[in-house]
């Protein structure tokens, strides 16, 4: 290969790199979020110009190794940047949930729900669930720096009935409106219709569960993903051992039919033998999807 073979080749690469530089960052990087790169890579648009078959061939390999560095910190700049959007925007820290303003007055829904209703379920239930959730979190922190997980079970009960209790009482305000009522708009109603037969079907459907929920508790309208159906379910109290309005990532069965043919009652040896089987390029998927979801923190 002549000198001026290998530089052509080199200066052809270098300037693939560039495209692949140029067709992955545009959009993605601007002078608020990156101006340094931004102005590496003007640079190298500028430097490709200049190139000729006659360059040196080691300044040519220095440039192409500029280069493949440049993209590779890009690249981890956008996998950063991606990460600090979603979570700075939604990431409560933990222990500092706070109760979330009423979305109008306190007399606004009457005469359905009267003003002292209102005040009472939100400034003092809704309040204790803020507080119980926090104080749930910081405890089960503790668990975690200190290793002592004695109380975990209490905390985890704690944490799953304030926790459902706050994130559902947010729902709840925001899903009633003074100009409510009616009926949903076609995108929701043709969905609706789909799963249920029709809108006074699901509306006799979700009133019955609603009055046939056995003690306290919800009548909860879920979207389900993996049927890509609606479903109507009744949440008694709220609290058995979940938080509603979260979305599970990692899961493992603890049922007895899981382990116990293999390990009889030894849960904690299947526990931990489990660890060496988590896929988790699926969590991390179920992760990704998850995150996307983008609502108003409290
Ligand atoms: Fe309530």
Same mark, same amino acid.
Request: proline fraction near 3%; glycine fraction near 4%.
């Given at each position: 290969?002549?000198?001026?073979?290998?530089?052509?080749?080199?200066?052809?690469?270098?300037?693939?790199?560039?495209? &692949?530089?140029?067709?992955?960052? !545009?959009?993605?990087?601007?002078?608020?979020?990156?101006?340094?790169?931004?102005? !590496?890579?003007?640079?190298?648009?500028?430097?490709?110009?200049?190139?000729?078959?006659?360059?040196?061939?080691?300044?040519?390999?220095?440039?192409?190794?500029?280069? +493949? =560095?440049?993209?590779? &910190?890009?690249?981890?700049?956008?996998?950063?940047? =991606?990460?600090?959007?979603?979570?700075?925007?939604?990431? *409560?820290?933990?222990?500092?949930?706070?109760?979330?303003?009423?979305?109008?007055?306190?007399?606004?829904?009457?005469?359905?729900?009267? +003003?002292?209703?209102?005040?009472?379920?939100?400034? !003092? $239930? $809704?309040?204790?669930?803020?507080?119980?959730?926090?104080?749930?979190?910081?405890?089960?922190?503790?668990?975690?720096?200190?290793?002592?997980?004695?109380?975990?079970? $209490? #905390?985890?009960?704690?944490?799953?009935?304030?926790?459902?209790?706050?994130?559902?009482?947010?729902?709840?305000?925001?899903?009633?409106?003074? &100009?409510?009522?009616?009926?949903?708009?076609?995108?929701?109603?043709?969905?609706?219709? @789909?799963?249920?037969?029709?809108?006074?079907?699901?509306? @006799? $459907?979700?009133?019955?569960?609603?009055?046939?929920?056995?003690?306290?508790?919800?009548?909860?309208?879920?979207?389900?993903?993996?049927?890509?159906?609606?479903?109507?379910?009744?949440?008694?109290?709220?609290?058995?051992?979940?938080?509603?309005?979260?979305?599970?990532?990692? *899961?493992?069965?603890?049922?007895?039919?899981?382990?116990?043919?293999?390990?009889?009652?030894?849960?904690?040896?299947?526990?931990?033998?489990?660890?060496?089987?988590?896929?988790?390029?699926? *969590?991390?998927?179920?992760?990704?999807?998850?995150?996307?979801?983008? #609502?108003?923190?409290?």
């Amino acid at each position: 290969m002549t000198h001026q073979g290998s530089n052509r080749e080199y200066i052809e690469e270098v300037r693939q790199w560039f495209l &692949e530089i140029d067709k992955l960052f !545009k959009n993605q990087l601007n002078e608020n979020n990156s101006p340094r790169l931004l102005e !590496k890579i003007n640079e190298f648009s500028i430097l490709l110009e200049s190139l000729d078959d006659n360059m040196d061939l080691e300044l040519l390999s220095r440039l192409k190794s500029n280069m +493949e =560095s440049l993209y590779n &910190e890009g690249l981890l700049m956008m996998s950063e940047q =991606s990460i600090d959007r979603q979570t700075d925007y939604r990431r *409560v820290k933990i222990g500092e949930h706070t109760l979330p303003p009423l979305p109008y007055n306190y007399d606004a829904l009457e005469p359905y729900i009267s +003003e002292e209703i209102m005040k009472l379920h939100h400034d !003092k $239930h $809704h309040k204790s669930y803020v507080e119980g959730l926090n104080k749930a979190e910081k405890m089960m922190q503790k668990a975690r720096e200190t290793g002592d997980f004695e109380l975990i079970k $209490h #905390w985890e009960r704690e944490a799953a009935f304030h926790g459902s209790g706050h994130y559902l009482h947010t729902i709840f305000w925001n899903v009633m409106s003074p &100009e409510g009522g009616g009926m949903p708009s076609r995108y929701l109603l043709t969905q609706i219709n @789909k799963d249920f037969g029709s809108f006074d079907r699901f509306k @006799k $459907h979700f009133s019955e569960a609603a009055n046939k929920v056995e003690g306290v508790g919800w009548a909860i309208l879920v979207w389900a993903p993996r049927s890509g159906r609606l479903e109507i379910l009744q949440a008694e109290r709220h609290q058995f051992m979940t938080q509603w309005d979260t979305i599970p990532l990692l *899961v493992l069965d603890v049922w007895e039919h899981a382990y116990y043919l293999q390990y009889k009652n030894r849960r904690e040896e299947y526990v931990n033998n489990w660890w060496n089987i988590v896929n988790w390029k699926e *969590v991390e998927h179920r992760f990704q999807q998850a995150s996307k979801l983008n #609502w108003k923190e409290y």
